[in-house]
T-cell receptor, first 116, second 113 residues
Framework: GAVVSQHPSRVICKSGTSVKIECRSL??????MFWYRQFPKQSLMLMAT?????????EQGVEKDKFLINHASLTLSTLTVTSAHPEDSSFYIC????????????FGAGTRLSVL | GESVGLHLPTLSVQEGDNSIINCAYS??????FIWYKQESGKGPQFIID?????DKRQGQRVTVLLNKTVKHLSLQIAATQPGDSAVYFC????????????FGKGTTLSVSS
């Protein structure tokens, strides 16, 4: 199947710093990518839809100034957690749907963010 | 808001048994459903999908059943193996055109040998 690469897999940072997470579609182009957040033993919650060449669409309750999304090319979307705080510690996962009419969304391996 | 949910948070089976994982959804407008498997510390892995114009679809050792009348989705795993141990999520989408997925709460499947 299609491959979505997410980097880094794990990051530990101090409170107040910013962290950038990259999501790449390796063997297909993705005009849309999605960012999810997952707390321990819970389901995935959609944070935002990343659109290539235009602004991201954020879900209700997600601060767009805190979670900056940039979809600069057809294979790369980035999520920057700005001024991270301990409550931002979570598992962040991106996904990209394949094209051609199918909505098979392939997910990255996730990024475990720990804010001290 | 409307969401997809699962009946049981955990399911324990013996190796070789058949497993059935259930999911109830509430959005009658959803047109497309997917089952994902998530192992600890990893992203979800696609298992099988089904459109609303079908009521059954089979894959390798897996079958998805869709009952639109009662808004119920199930995943059947035949001859369950220890490697099947993971959290299973159902997800729904309004259509197949690359829209965002709404995930259910997940069922943890534990397979003992």
């Amino acid at each position: 199947g299609a491959v979505v690469s997410q980097h880094p897999s794990r990051v530990i940072c101090k409170s107040g710093t910013s962290v950038k997470i990259e999501c790449r579609s390796l063997d297909f182009q993705a005009t849309t990518m999605f960012w999810y957040r997952q707390f321990p033993k819970q389901s995935l919650m959609l944070m935002a839809t990343s659109n290539e060449g235009s602004k991201a669409t954020y879900e209700q309750g997600v601060e767009k100034d805190k979670f900056l999304i940039n979809h600069a090319s057809l294979t790369l979307s980035t999520l920057t957690v700005t001024s991270a705080h301990p409550e931002d510690s979570s598992f962040y996962i991106c996904s990209a749907p394949t094209t051609g009419g199918k909505n098979i969304q392939y997910f990255g391996a996730g990024t475990r963010l720990s804010v001290l | 808001g409307e969401s997809v949910g699962l009946h049981l948070p955990t399911l324990s089976v013996q190796e070789g048994d058949n497993s059935i994982i259930n999911c109830a959804y509430s959005n009658s407008a959803s047109d497309y459903f997917i089952w994902y498997k998530q192992e600890s510390g990893k992203g979800p892995q696609f298992i099988i999908d089904i459109r609303s114009n079908m009521d059954k679809r089979q894959g390798q050792r897996v079958t998805v059943l869709l009952n639109k009348t009662v808004k119920h989705l199930s995943l059947q795993i035949a001859a369950t193996q220890p490697g099947d141990s993971a959290v299973y999520f159902c997800a729904e989408a309004l259509n197949q055109a690359g829209t965002a997925l709404i995930f259910g709460k997940g069922t943890t499947l534990s397979v003992s040998s």
